[in-house]
């Protein structure tokens, strides 16, 4: 019988007492430790030698950037990572939680809780050393309990390196910790209920629950018995007493998806409950205390629903006490690939030998426009995992309409019905643009004069669609 060699643990801290202590225990509990002080040698020992879990400090030299965290997680993906810090903030958390790190421990911790949070971690891990994740990889987020404990909930990572996206984490990280409530807007598809969530995570409600309530799933009529609950016998078919979806809130979040769709008179009953905190069970004469925090999702422009008299004005002032606007995805630049890269690790079935994707592939993924946003490039990736052959996902594995990035028509392939006027409208100008450029020849002061803008206008218009004008000139 050949013997197992030992899990290797690489320990990166700059207090020697700290790591020594760390990697005396580890050693005796059966694993290999190398130790180093800082992590620039973090990241050379790392190219020498595989490891099965990278347990690290946050603040050491040369991590001030999170420089090893970064390494960590584009070139060894694969190896898990456990961030142990002295120094917690929640911006530091949020920054560990997007590049994707195993777990997040508070200094002084307990070698017991450390060893429970290093077998998992490494468990976790696929069995090879080296080996690409081959599963959807979930990621632990910290949450930082009142009696200052971290516990983990497993979430997927949430990619974002674009200014856009580092905005809106930044805002993130500002209101997690409050109780205002957030509305959060965005085409279909940007991530509104990924955001949400992670508000929740880094919240201090974190640890009760996240409540999502569908406002086009609950037909008008039963609004209110499935939000409030209802006593036995309240209505034909009551037979027990049931609560609804936001006792599960308490103490926790309420998100409402698609809360621009909510009917007028149900809108007047959310007020009620947002205002008051309180709510009565159908057939009930007791109202019910909540302690929840709401944050709600909707693609379209709330304001302009108020304007128009489609949504209550006093419900959009509770509900968008903070306003995250997500940017779509056509906006997000190398968020595109870097996105397209973690799908196809969450994908690739095992076994696979499919590697990445070739150069023309990446190319058309930058200059499609996206019009399902995140959500379409998911379904791209796992539909082109499925007909790639070979160790590359090429262009011609791509959808038609990403083939020809800049071709109309890929106009008749949304369904208008099923988006929003403001994406309609958008799908529109584009198509403009992109006819007009084919009859200028890809020459802008021309096509700028007959649209009537000015160049740099046109120019700025043209980066936004991600239409590259250049495709237009002839051979
Ligand atoms: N930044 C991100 N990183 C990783 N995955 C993401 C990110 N944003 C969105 N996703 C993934 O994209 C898909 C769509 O996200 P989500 O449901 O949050 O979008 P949405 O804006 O709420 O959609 P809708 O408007 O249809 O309700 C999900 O599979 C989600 O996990």
Known sequence: MTKQSPQ????????????????????????????????DDAITVLKEMDFDLILTDLNMPGNLKLELLREGRETYAHVPMIVITGVP??????????????????????????????????????????????????VALPTQTVH???????????????????????????????????????????????????????????????????????????????LFGHTQGAFTGAIKDQAGLLRAADGGTAFFDEIGELPMPLQAKLL??????????????????????????????????????????????????????????????????????????????AGSNLEGFSEEAIESF???????????????????????????????????????????ADQDWVDLTEISRDEALDRADRDYLTKLLRKHQGVIARAARQAGLSRQGMHKLLNRHGIIADDFRSP
């Open 8 to 39: 290797r643990i690489l320990v990166a801290d700059d207090e020697p007492l700290y790591r020594e202590t760390t990697a005396e225990f580890l050693r005796e509990e059966g694993f290999e430790c190398i130790c180093v002080e800082n992590a």
């Open 89 to 138: 903030s929640i911006s530091s958390a949020i920054e560990s939680v997007r590049l994707g790190i195993t777990d997040y421990l508070l200094k002084p911790i307990k070698l017991d809780e450390l060893l429970v949070a290093v077998k998992r971690a490494i468990e976790q891990k696929p069995s090879n050393r080296g080996a690409p994740i081959t599963g959807p990889q979930d």
């Open 148 to 226: 200052g404990a971290t516990t983990l909930h497993r979430v997927p990572p949430v990619v974002g390196e674009s200014d856009g996206m580092r905005e809106v984490f930044e805002i993130v990280s500002k209101v997690a910790q409050g109780n205002a409530n957030v509305l959060v807007t965005g085409e279909s598809g940007t991530g509104k209920e990924v955001i949400a969530e992670m508000i929740h995570r880094l919240s201090a409600r974190s640890e009760r629950g996240f409540q999502v309530i569908d406002c086009t799933a609950i037909p008008d009529t039963l609004f209110e018995s499935v």
């Open 272 to 349: 009620r409950v947002v205002q008051s905190q309180t709510f009565t069970a159908v057939g009930s004469d007791r109202p019910a205390k909540i302690d929840t925090r709401f944050i709600c999702a909707t693609n379209r422009n709330l304001s302009d629903e108020v304007e128009a008299g489609r949504f209550r004005q006093d419900l959009f002032y509770r509900l968008a006490v903070i306003h995250i606007q997500l940017p779509p995805l056509r906006e997000r630049g190398q968020d595109i690939v870097r996105l397209a890269e973690t799908f196809l690790q969450q994908l690739l079935p």
């Open 366 to 408: 930058l200059r499609y426009r996206w019009p399902g946003n995140v959500r379409e490039l998911r379904n791209v990736v796992e539909r082109s995992i499925a007909l790639a052959q070979g160790t590359n996902i090429r262009r011609e594995d791509l959808p038609v309409p990403l083939q020809n990035p800049n071709d109309t």
